[in-house]
């Protein structure tokens, strides 16, 4: 799915904004929250960068019916010293309406940007379909900060995001042709 075509912007904003006005009934309901069981673990992935979580968000809901990992990369626009990463990851909570509202969203762990200044998010998804439809609508926001040819995206279906940290060969089963994918977790380390 890496180099995935993206919607129309009209469709995009308006799956946005409905995301939005449900995120905020959802922050209001106190059904989203920021678990730190994540925060801090560092994953090495199969093009040999690492990243490190530095935040989850998760959404009180029922569990997945039809499970898929997502996983998303961008790179920032004009961001190349620490200082302004630190700012991104400081403002990336006001991005939080951008997708805690869309159908079928679970769980998200936010990583610092890696070696060559890629972020990326590791999903759980209810649906392939529907993470699919999320990361079409994204790449507009995405587009605003980051150059269009950094966005990319892949979901692994019939997995939990849990179950692919605990055995990283289940990716081969999702995904079993790109052996040395950007987005394939290669090492966990759960030292924090």
Not at 15 to 35: D, K, M, N, W, Y
Not at 48 to 56: D, N
Not at 59 to 79: E, I, K, N, T
Not at 110 to 119: A, F, I, L, S
Request: charged share 25%.
């Amino acid at each position: 799915m890496t180099g995935q075509p993206h919607d129309a912007l009209g469709p995009a904003l308006r799956s946005l904004g409905r995301c939005a006005a449900r995120t905020t009934a959802l922050i209001a309901e106190g059904r989203v929250h920021q678990p730190r069981g994540h925060v801090g673990q560092r994953y090495t992935f199969a093009d040999g960068t690492t990243a490190a979580v530095y935040r989850e968000t998760v959404v009180d809901r029922p569990p997945p019916m039809s499970p898929a990992v997502l996983v998303v990369r961008f790179r920032l626009r004009g961001v190349h010293r620490p200082g302004l990463h630190t700012l991104f990851r400081l403002e990336s909570e006001l991005n939080t309406p951008l997708f805690v509202g869309f159908p079928g969203f679970v769980s998200k762990l936010w990583m610092r940007h890696d070696q060559h200044g890629y972020y990326r998010g590791l999903y759980d998804w209810d649906d392939t379909r529907r993470a699919t439809r999320y990361v079409r609508a994204l790449w507009w926001a995405l587009r605003v900060v980051s150059p269009p040819d950094s966005i990319q995206a892949m979901v692994l279906p019939g997995l939990r995001r849990d179950d692919l940290l605990a055995d990283l060969h289940l990716a081969d089963v999702a995904a079993p042709d790109e052996p040395e994918a950007w987005w394939r977790l290669a090492a966990v380390d759960v030292t924090v």
